[in-house]
């Protein structure tokens, strides 16, 4: 039996007693919003995460904070699925959709240079080396905010039509080396198995957006992300002689300017943008022996998952053609990441409306196009999806110098964790068309 399969049988009990008391019917246009008690709880579990990250596959007291607060809701709760994930669920008391709700819950191997007074001082090993552990990404807010919406939808439970599932997902910035995790791996463990969605729903906090703002946009947001080596192999020879063997630096060199073309004239770059990147190359140990091999690794983003198969194609057959025409052999291997995280266009223009409403929506604007990947695509290519951004730098400050997502000086205003508490709440609501 699948680690999710009992959740086809889930009956839910009513909730325990809750700090936030269930709130009366709103109109139609008006969007629920959390209390100020509530707000605050938010804030605390957030420092209170910030304090202790933890890095890919080992969220372990992440885990255990998450399923004992959603357990104490009255949730039915799994843990350890695809590691150290959580995942609750709340029936409501009418008949209505399945909706699913995902935060991450894994931090990075920074050391924190922030002067907050909760700032982290946790260190991890990571590739054989002791590092500090920061939250340089957010998803110390992304847990908090589905903690805060697990409380509130728990206490309108008698309100709610259809169930919610709620995804405490580890590793979504990469499971260490030698393991699997992340959404691909709670998928393959039977997630929407047994217990299927008709939407999921998630969120990223962004310092490149002001507080409280949203950045949406319907179809491809982010961008694939594929990992490529290749080995080119040739035979040493004496410098001087060149004849005497087959250099691989030239015929690496060739491919790397090959690979170019592969962008500029052999994708339909009017269906959407791509970029084909090398970032190591490495060869050779003396000025005058040509070596036996080349090494090269590289990055590939793209926003079509056509286009991005036509690549992975075209990759192996400009390496290996080019090296072949000087003698050498070029071994290709494409590491598949994260694919293209896509926004279903029904699913975004029906719930525009509720980000507008939660927002206001002199706040909510369409977003560019990030070559940045998320592993929420696993999701989404499984079901209708919606991901968002949202903003988290003071309006004081201007977003675009920023410390990015992943800095080690990467600051988040706490105001912004109201915005997408209720967001995720009114999602649910509105979706079942409550």
């Not at 961008?223 to 001087?240: L, M, P, W, Y």
């Not at 592969?262 to 050779?284: C, M, W």
Request: glycine content about 8%; hydrophobic content about 40%; some cysteine.
């Amino acid at each position: 039996m699948s680690k999710i399969s009992a959740f086809a049988k889930l009956t839910v009990a009513c909730c325990a007693t809750l700090a936030v008391a269930p709130m009366p019917l709103l109109a139609a246009d008006e969007p629920v919003r959390i209390s100020a008690e509530l707000e605050q709880q938010v804030i605390e579990w957030r420092r209170d995460l910030h304090q202790h990250p933890e890095l890919s596959n080992r969220e372990f007291r992440t885990a255990k904070v998450v399923a004992e607060h959603l357990r104490e809701l009255g949730l039915e709760v799994q843990t350890e699925v695809a590691h150290t994930g959580v995942v609750g669920i709340l029936k409501g008391a009418k008949p209505g959709p399945v909706v699913a709700l995902r935060a991450d819950m894994d931090a990075l191997p920074v050391t924190e240079k922030t002067d907050v007074p909760f700032k982290s001082t946790a260190t991890a090993e990571y590739r054989g080396e002791e590092v500090g552990v920061m939250h340089a990404c957010g998803h110390d807010m992304h847990v908090a905010m589905l903690m805060g919406a697990a409380e509130q939808l728990a206490a309108m439970q008698s309100e709610l039509a259809g169930t919610v599932m709620f995804i405490f997902q580890p590793a979504e910035e990469g499971a260490p080396k030698g393991e699997e995790g992340g959404a691909e791996l709670m998928l393959e463990q039977g997630l929407f198995t047994d217990l299927k969605p008709d939407a999921v729903f998630g969120i990223h906090v962004w310092s490149a957006g002001t507080t409280g703002h949203i950045g949406y946009r319907s179809g491809p947001l982010m961008a694939s992300s594929d990992r490529f080596e290749i080995n080119v192999k040739g035979r040493q020879t004496h410098g001087s002689r060149p004849w005497g063997g087959v250099d691989p630096i030239v015929a690496a060199a060739q491919i790397i300017n090959n690979t170019q073309t592969i962008i500029s004239r052999q994708v339909d770059i009017t269906k959407a943008p791509a970029v084909v990147s090398f970032g190591i190359v490495e060869g050779g140990v003396r000025n005058n022996i040509i070596p036996d091999e080349v090494y090269l690794e590289g990055t590939i983003r793209n926003f079509d998952m056509d286009n991005r198969a036509q690549i992975f194609e075209n990759l192996k057959t400009t390496a290996e053609h080019t090296a072949a025409s000087s003698g050498a052999e070029a071994h290709v291997h494409i590491d598949e990441g994260y694919p293209v995280t896509i926004n279903n266009p029904e699913l975004t223009a029906q719930m525009l409306p509720t980000i507008e409403q939660v927002a206001g929506a002199d706040k909510v604007k369409v977003n560019p196009l990030v070559t940045g990947a998320e592993d929420f695509s696993f999701y989404a290519l499984e079901v209708p999806g919606l991901f968002v951004f949202l903003g988290i730098t003071p309006e004081d400050q201007d977003p675009a110098t920023a410390p990015s997502n992943h800095s080690p000086y990467f600051y988040a205003d706490e105001d912004a964790l109201k915005v997408g508490t209720e967001l995720y709440v009114n999602w649910v609501f509105d979706y079942a068309g409550e």
